[in-house]
């Protein structure tokens, strides 16, 4: 018998469904799903789910994780194997199904780089009354719409433009312009986010050698 004519081709074997156990593994279930006789059977995939679990053993501990080894040999087995679990046996249809597409906000794509906590601060800001708590926390809004303004733009910022988004987020309800007061200046904004950039040390003693022990081409 010429070898050569038993050779196997990947691009002629069937698709495994779980790759992650590999061809020989799939060829268990498979003959698992084969055995008619019911005893035998059902002796087989317990056989192939202590192998499964010693494939596994940093997940011992974790919860549900024999539930997991018995939806993962029904899913391999194509839902075909007919056994006694001790879990229920999970639907094809179920596992099949298409999860809901997530909702993503998107209140004011024009100012991302605020984000959406924002707006939301602001929407609970306006609900509140008008008083030396309410403008403490405008001023706190608007303070953090400059840092986060200078970290997504520039290295500087007029209070106008940041009292403008604030008005336009607020559909009108917090105008900070006419107080006539400032906001922090932008350079303790860049001091703090310098000082973080550099926490890991400037200098020789600080700095971290990560080209040590790579070759350059």
């Known amino acids: 018998m010429n070898p050569v004519e038993n050779l196997e081709y990947n691009t002629e074997r069937s698709m ?3 790759p992650e156990y590999g061809r020989h593994f799939q060829k268990m279930v498979d ?4 055995i008619e006789d019911n005893e035998e059977r059902n002796k087989v995939a317990k056989a192939i789910i202590s192998v499964m679990g010693n494939l596994q053993p940093h997940l011992r501990d974790v919860p549900d994780f024999q539930h997991k080894l ?3 040999l029904f899913i391999m087995s194509d839902f075909k194997l007919d056994v006694e679990s001790p879990f229920p046996k999970p639907s094809k249809e179920v596992l099949e199904q298409r999860p809901d597409p997530l909702e993503y906000p998107q209140n004011h794509p024009k100012y991302r780089f605020y984000g959406n906590n924002i ?3 602001i929407d609970v800001a306006i609900k509140w009354e008008k008083g030396d708590m309410r403008e403490g926390l405008e001023y706190a809004i608007a303070n953090h719409m400059k840092k986060c303004y200078l970290n997504w733009n520039k290295d500087t910022v007029d209070d ?3 009292f403008k988004h604030l008005f336009e987020l607020s ?3 917090i105008d900070l312009a006419s107080d006539g007061e400032n906001l922090t200046d932008a350079g303790q904004f860049l001091k703090t ?5 550099n926490r890991g040390g400037t200098g ?3 700095q971290r050698n990560t080209s040590r022990g790579k070759k350059r081409y």
């Open 16 to 18: 495994l469904i779980i």
């Open 31 to 34: 003959y698992a799903v084969s």
């Open 70 to 72: 018995w939806d993962q």
């Open 119 to 121: 707006k939301r601060m």
């Open 160 to 162: 106008k433009a940041i």
């Open 171 to 173: 559909d009108g309800q």
């Open 193 to 197: 986010r310098s000082a973080k950039s």
């Open 204 to 206: 020789k003693k600080g």
